[in-house]
């Protein structure tokens, strides 16, 4: 079986958190070893945020293209997907090559593995025939994987996930995507912008709906006038390719696409990692921690593993929890109150905390704001593209906000603001007398803030 190695500290799973605790730990001094099966730094570099926003980035500049009618003369507008998938190769992902990253790691004094890693008792997990003693901390960053649903005749067959859609050279003449979430929602105005007919086929009532109805009313709107179609309450029950897709919806209606595109959500990566020799579920959709990111003796959890937002600043952030507590820093712990996230459309839509809907189920006495972008001065300054509001939600009893939303060609830069109001918990009060620059979209928020009913 090979020999065995003592070290210090191994991390399983080299993405955002797990390549932030490795290489800073191995910095402080510990004999640190990082274990990786595909590309150091994770979904996010190769297959998540940088990619998908260059193409949310070109995206929107052909959509600004044709706003010029009306604002500053005529336009003519010719998508070409080359020069997107060039940059997204050559620029963000290296062609998918992560020595940089790797680099990175080992010159701050980790060692670095690649390979899959099997956890064979506490403290003990072998990659091959090598062996490694974790006598400080095993740390997990394995991150998640798509969640493919049981549709009948969908197995088997050449769909999509996300990482299909950043990779792909030549677009389609048509795309089915299953899950009106960010990532569905994301790719289908990007590649419906791009001139592919795209369907979204949702099975709740309404697209975005982990977000405000209103964010989801906003989403529908937008990716509506740049021709995707869009189908909610409905869920797909049978998927058969010949040539190109068609899948059968709950309600007896066919749809038909070149490409399918799978985006339903996301689990951990745990199974036949061998975690239940750390007394955790293999079959768990996240790993359960405690405010110190542990998640049993001697093991750590995080990032998107976690379940707690599958986020790169997420990440980071459990990351710095973990690191202090393995080097028994001490400091703060996990507060997930002000969980800041963005949907990266166009408009962008920023959240952070409660909706008013999971306020009120908290029991909170809630009060909300709402204003409209459009109806502020920057609003009416923009024109075309200013579809978006401000939302806040407080607590009036103990008169804080707990939660916003900002949706605007800024919504993910507003909610910066917000998120530092709920988080450190400003008084209302202090928050209505605050100097608002005009004419800013930001000063909208002072305007959410005095419609609080």
């Not at 274990?35 to 600004?64: D, F, N, Q």
């Not at 962008?348 to 905390?353: F, N, P, R, S």
């Not at 909170?364 to 939302?391: A, D, M, W, Y």
Request: glycine share 14%; charged share 20%; hydrophobic share 40%.
């Amino acid at each position: 079986m090979g020999d065995t190695r003592q070290v210090d500290v191994v991390v399983v799973g080299l993405g955002v958190g797990g390549e932030e605790v490795a290489g800073r730990l191995a910095a402080a001094g510990l004999n640190v070893v990082g274990i990786e099966h595909t590309l150091v730094g994770g979904e996010c570099p190769y297959w998540g945020c940088i990619p998908t926003k260059i193409m949310v980035r070109a995206g929107s500049a052909l959509a600004e293209a044709r706003r010029i009618p009306g604002l500053a003369g005529t336009s003519t507008v010719t998508p070409d997907w080359s020069p997107v998938a060039k940059r997204v190769r050559d620029e963000a992902t290296d062609d998918w090559n992560d020595k940089v990253a790797v680099d990175r790691f080992t010159s701050k004094g980790g060692t670095f593995v690649r390979g899959r890693a099997a956890i064979t008792g506490p403290g003990r997990v072998r990659v091959g025939e090598q062996g490694y003693e974790a006598t400080r901390a095993i740390v997990l960053g394995t991150g998640t994987v798509a969640v493919i649903p049981p549709i009948d005749g969908l197995a088997g067959t050449p769909y999509w996930t996300n990482r299909d859609a950043v990779e792909v050279a030549t677009l389609p003449e048509s795309l089915l995507v299953l899950g009106g979430g960010a990532i569905g929602c994301e790719f289908a105005q990007v590649f419906a912008r791009f001139g592919v007919q795209v369907t979204i086929i949702e099975g709740s009532d309404r697209v975005l709906a982990m977000e405000e109805p209103e964010s989801s009313e906003v989403a529908a709107k937008v990716m509506t006038a740049d021709g995707v179609r869009i189908h909610t309450g409905v869920r797909a029950t049978n998927v058969t390719h010949d040539g190109g897709f068609t899948v059968t919806l709950s309600d007896g209606t066919s749809l038909t696409g070149e490409k399918l595109l799978v985006a339903t959500g996301r689990a951990a990566r745990l199974q036949d990692l061998g975690v239940e020799h750390l007394g955790l579920d293999p079959k768990a959709r996240f790993v359960t921690t405690d405010e110190r990111m542990r998640a049993a003796d001697g093991v750590w959890a995080v990032g998107d593993v976690t379940g707690n937002g599958n986020f790169t600043h997420m990440a980071m952030y459990e990351a710095d929890i973990a690191v202090r507590d393995i080097l028994g820093q001490g400091g703060p712990g996990a507060d997930y109150r002000a969980r800041p996230r963005v949907t990266f459309l166009d408009p962008e839509i920023g959240a952070v905390g409660l909706t008013e809907q999971q306020a009120r189920d908290a029991g909170l006495n809630v009060r909300v704001g709402h204003v409209p972008l459009s109806s502020t001065s920057r609003g009416f300054i923009h024109g075309p593209g200013n579809e978006g509001f401000i939302k806040v939600v407080a607590d009036q009893e103990r008169g804080v906000l707990v939660g916003a939303t900002t949706a605007g060609p800024a919504g993910g830069e507003m909610i910066g603001a917000l998120s530092v109001a709920v988080h450190a918990e400003v008084p209302l009060g202090t928050l209505l007398s605050t100097i608002w620059a005009y004419p800013t979209f930001h000063r909208g928020i002072g305007d959410a803030l005095k419609a609080l009913a």
